[in-house]
């Protein structure tokens, strides 16, 4: 898969909402919430052009149940993918165009960890400026390697997690 990292594209908070219009009918009543995550979530900060996405169900075992119909939309259903509690889905083969991250409120830690990243970055836009030029660094050093431009951001965004994470929580007291 070409890395390929862009410009922020305006249109990308309406991509969302579009494809969350498509879960929200598939979930129905057992959708708790929906986020918009990932670099595309935050005005101003490069991304790759994929929309991230957070929905919350009441129970994780619903998304296996409904595979099929998101396959239906065009998703490819991964299970967990790696991260204990997820159900993974990505549309778009190689020219991926959305991934979604499903978790229940068992999984709270993770769910607020991703909210907590973007809504930092929103409110530091300095923070959101130093990840993108890391990003349009490393798909240019790595345009045909994504695991090469996965690894070097390793560091970056497990520290971005970490402040991001902490300033949540200060927010909330």
Avoid: C
């Avoid at 409904?66 to 549309?91: N, Q, V």
């Avoid at 790595?142 to 200060?170: C, M, T």
């Amino acid at each position: 898969m070409k890395v390929t990292v862009r410009a922020y594209n305006s249109n990308w908070p309406h991509l969302f909402k579009e494809e969350a219009e498509k879960l929200k009918v598939i979930f129905g009543d057992q959708l708790i919430d929906i986020y918009h995550i990932g670099s595309t979530s935050v005005p101003g900060l490069h991304a790759k052009p994929i929309i991230d996405m957070l929905p919350v169900l009441k129970d994780i075992k619903i998304a296996d149940q409904l595979a099929s119909e998101m396959e239906d939309l065009g998703y490819e259903a991964l299970g967990e993918y790696g991260l204990p509690g997820r159900r993974y889905f990505r549309k778009g083969a190689d020219n991926r165009t959305h991934h979604v991250h499903m978790y229940d409120p068992s999984s709270n830690d993770e769910i607020e960890r991703h909210v907590a990243v973007r809504d930092y970055l929103r409110q530091h836009p300095e923070a959101a400026a130093e990840y993108g030029a890391l990003k349009v660094k490393l798909a240019e050093a790595y345009p045909n390697h994504i695991e090469s431009y996965i690894d070097g951001k390793n560091d970056f965004v497990q520290q971005l997690e970490s402040r991001a994470v902490q300033w949540k929580q200060l927010q909330e007291k």
